[in-house]
Each structure stands twice: as structure tokens, then as C-alpha cells.
């Protein structure tokens, strides 16, 4: 199993930016991709970013262009650069790791967007 810790929420006012950093522990060697989820008061919980092992990175439409993922695969990092934040952006944002056998989930951190 993977271990997985976000950190980086926080408040911004709309048009800001904030990172999120997720860090894996445990199997890591295991992971076959990383991404971050993202859900509001009263939705379900959606799919932000996505990156592969092979590079290969997916982004809801809502966030393209505003939204980017990488990883620093030395650090068992995942980052999310997040800017010019929207107020629809607030959420709790979890991180998500997937291996062969198992999807693993950090706690979340909340991410709020408001002036």
C-alpha cells in the first residue's frame, strides 16, 4: 500500500494561486499513476489532474490552462500549481495514487477561493 500526505491548502482570493503537495510513502515503487481529485459542499468528487508513469497527464476541461501536475519521482512528490484560481475551485482536494492492486487516498486538504 501507499501512504499519501497533501499539504498546501489554504485561503486565496480569486485570480491567486496555491500549490498542493502530496507525499507517498509506503510502495511506492508499486504506483503506476498520481492525480488529484477534487470535491465541493454537495458534489461528487471529481477528477483534476492525472499523470502516468510514462508522462501522460489528463486535466478536467475546467482547469486547463490554469491547473498543472508534476511529480518529482526522487522526492515521492506529486505537486499541483494551481492559478488564477476561481471560487468554483473550492474544494477538499485529495490526492490519489493507483497501482496495480490497490487506489490509495491522502486526507484532503481544503483549497478555498474567495475575496
Known amino acids: 500500500q501507499v501512504q499519501l500526505v497533501e499539504s498546501g491548502g489554504g485561503l486565496v482570493q480569486p485570480g491567486g494561486s496555491l500549490r498542493l503537495s502530496c507525499a507517498a510513502s509506503?510502495?511506492?515503487?508499486?504506483?503506476?499513476?498520481m492525480g488529484w481529485h477534487r470535491q465541493a459542499p454537495g458534489k461528487q468528487r471529481e477528477l483534476v489532474a492525472q499523470?502516468?508513469?510514462?508522462?501522460?497527464?489528463t486535466y478536467a476541461d475546467s482547469v486547463k490552462g490554469r491547473f498543472t501536475i508534476s511529480r518529482d519521482y526522487a522526492k515521492n512528490t506529486v505537486y499541483l500549481q494551481m492559478n488564477s484560481l476561481k471560487p468554483e475551485d473550492t474544494a477538499v482536494y485529495y490526492c490519489?495514487?493507483?497501482?496495480?492492486?490497490?487506489?490509495?487516498w491522502g486526507q484532503g486538504t481544503q483549497v478555498t477561493v474567495s475575496s
Open positions: 499523470l502516468t508513469n510514462s508522462r501522460f497527464t
Open positions: 490519489n495514487a493507483d497501482t496495480a492492486g490497490s487506489s490509495d
Open positions: 509506503g510502495d511506492t515503487f508499486t504506483i503506476l499513476r
